[in-house]
């Protein structure tokens, strides 16, 4: 064969033994694919994929194409995506939930999770594109700081209706697994500041009968809690009381649990501190306070679930989320003794750090 003359020599492209990568680029591949999945699973809830298989024996790809009014093509390769990632089987041609969409991606379940994708779908995700233009600015994006007073001032009511829906799932959850690791058996009156709507409290009073709770949080959000409150028919065991955990000057007394739950890394640590010192005030001798969140570890290199929430607390918040030893800094300067740091895993933490009023 003649060599064009026109064209460019070719060159060799090999390496050096010595210069061949001995790791493989997959993980990055992982790592870059990963919103793939997520959007995947946010679209199939947002077309209320997992709520039409429920109770049914499983559906073909051709009717669930009817049944979401989508064309075929689409709808194939969605549910091939859903299937991929654990949120769908097929069996006999047909289609069923997994065990894990059945439990949490069922619109009306007791441990529903939609509202947590919805509101990452809706809120987050497009907040965490704006990614670094929070990192070189240092203020969030998914609100507007000169504009707003703090994330929730003027918020779509959809949308923080969404938050709302988002965290009583994330809690729910993550509430049981900490009943699993705190004894609360011989406490009587707890304290749950920010609270929310309550998850933690219907969660722990269940699980505990001697245990009395008390909901803190701002007016707006106690309409939320006094709804769940009531629909868990804890009504006459869980006081819902408006306050500003950061304004008010003392918290609700009368309680010997204080509870603060995936609420110290929405601020700063002055903040925190002043949020500890109106804890310690509040507790009898002997009185304990349970710190639940996710925590990075100390020497700050995860665990990714804890990392990763941090960093987004940059486009929410002014916080961060925190280490056992920081808290435990924090916990004794304050005046707590008995510092003592409880790991597991649950959606909302990864363990709780716990101390006691001398």
């Not at 670094?132 to 959809?158: K, Y």
């Not at 929310?196 to 245990?211: F, H, M, Q, V, W």
Request: contains cysteine; proline residues 7%; negative net charge.
């Amino acid at each position: 064969m003649t060599a064009n003359p026109s064209l460019p020599a070719a060159h060799d492209v090999s390496l050096p033994d010595h210069e061949i990568p001995t790791v493989s680029p997959l993980p990055l591949m992982q790592l870059s694919i990963g919103f793939w999945s997520f959007k995947a699973l946010a679209t199939a809830y947002e077309l209320d994929l997992f709520t039409h298989l429920a109770g049914t024996g499983g559906r073909t790809v051709e009717e669930l194409a009817e049944t979401l009014g989508i064309e075929q093509r689409p709808a194939e390769l969605l549910i091939t995506a859903c299937a991929s990632v654990g949120l769908l089987q097929r069996r006999d041609g047909r289609y069923v939930n997994s065990a894990l969409a059945d439990e949490f991606l069922v619109r009306g379940k007791p441990y529903h999770f939609g509202g947590w994708v919805q509101m990452l779908d809706r809120r987050l995700y497009p907040a965490w594109g704006r990614l670094i233009e929070a990192v070189r600015a240092n203020r969030p994006t998914s609100w507007n700081p000169d504009e707003q007073a703090h994330l929730f001032d003027g918020e779509d009511p959809l949308m923080l209706a969404l938050f709302w829906e988002a965290m009583h799932s994330l809690s729910t959850i993550t509430a049981r697994e900490l009943g699993d690791h705190v004894d609360l058996s011989a406490s009587t009156a707890l304290l749950d500041i920010g609270g929310g709507s309550g998850a933690y409290d219907i969660e722990l009073c269940r699980r505990n009968p001697n245990l009395r709770a008390t909901v803190f949080d701002l007016p707006p959000v106690c309409k939320i809690a006094t709804e769940k409150v009531g629909s868990a028919g804890f009504g006459d065991r869980i006081e819902v009381t408006p306050g500003d955990f950061l304004a008010d000057a003392e918290l609700p007394a009368g309680h010997d649990v204080v509870l603060l739950s995936m609420i110290l890394h929405d601020w700063t640590p002055e903040q925190d501190l002043a949020i500890l010192r109106k804890c310690f005030a509040a507790l009898p001798s002997g009185g304990q306070i349970v710190i639940s969140e996710l925590l990075v570890n100390d020497d700050k290199t995860g665990p990714p679930a804890a990392a990763l929430m941090s960093l987004n607390m940059l486009v929410e918040t002014v916080g961060r989320n925190y280490t056992p030893a920081e808290y435990g800094t924090w916990l004794r300067d304050t005046g707590f003794v008995d510092v003592e740091t409880v790991w597991f895993e649950a959606p909302g933490a990864n363990g709780v750090v716990l101390a006691r009023k001398p």
